[in-house]
């Protein structure tokens, strides 16, 4: 597959991650590295989600033609991508210990992977969530189809019953 946004999004965290921390500005917040922590990841996994449909949508006729049914969207490839966040975020943490102007905490390797299943997870219940109206609707389709065919046989029956009379 081909995941440009990811890549590019790949690359920017890194240079954030590598940048000396007295480049960034100070905020009264608590646990403010934390929470940035946090939505970088949470938003990779939004960025990963994004770029695999784009992929999907771009190569969808090609997929029509060669008579492959890939899904944009598996249980398997978020599981994938959030195994990429963690271990990603490892690897920075790594990068950061062997770095004078950084330092590796073994909070900010938490907040990534906090981030990272908290992204999955709500890609996974808006992926249930959009199943579940698809069935409800299909369900929804047929219900009015069963309901159009007997309205119809009903007429006919009455017409028929019209037509033994006369």
């Given at each position: ?10 690359i920017?965290v ?12 100070k905020v ?7 929470i ?6 949470f938003f990779?996994?939004g960025?990963?989600?994004?770029d695999s ?13 060669t008579?492959?049914?890939e899904?944009p969207m ?10 990429f966040a963690?271990?990603?975020g490892v690897?920075i943490?790594?990068i950061q210990f062997f770095?004078p102007?950084?330092s590796?905490?073994w ?6 992977s906090?981030?990272a299943f908290?992204?999955?997870?709500v890609i ?5 969530l959009i199943?579940f ?11 009015d189809s ?8 009903l ?12």
């Amino acid at each position: 597959m081909n995941y440009k946004l990811t890549f590019i999004y790949c690359i920017i965290v890194l240079v954030l991650s590598v940048l000396p921390s007295n480049s960034f500005p100070k905020v009264d917040v608590s646990y403010a590295d934390k929470i940035v922590h946090f939505l970088m990841y949470f938003f990779m996994i939004g960025v990963m989600v994004a770029d695999s449909f784009l992929f999907y949508s771009k190569s969808a006729k090609f997929l029509q033609k060669t008579a492959h049914s890939e899904k944009p969207m598996t249980n398997k490839k978020l599981l994938y991508f959030f195994f990429f966040a963690v271990i990603f975020g490892v690897v920075i943490e790594i990068i950061q210990f062997f770095l004078p102007t950084r330092s590796a905490e073994w909070g900010d390797l938490l907040s990534n992977s906090i981030g990272a299943f908290v992204g999955i997870s709500v890609i996974f219940f808006v992926k249930k969530l959009i199943n579940f109206a698809q069935k409800f609707r299909q369900k929804a389709k047929a219900e009015d189809s069963d309901a159009i065919k007997s309205l119809f046989f009903l007429r006919l029956g009455t017409a028929k019953q019209k037509n033994k009379i006369c």
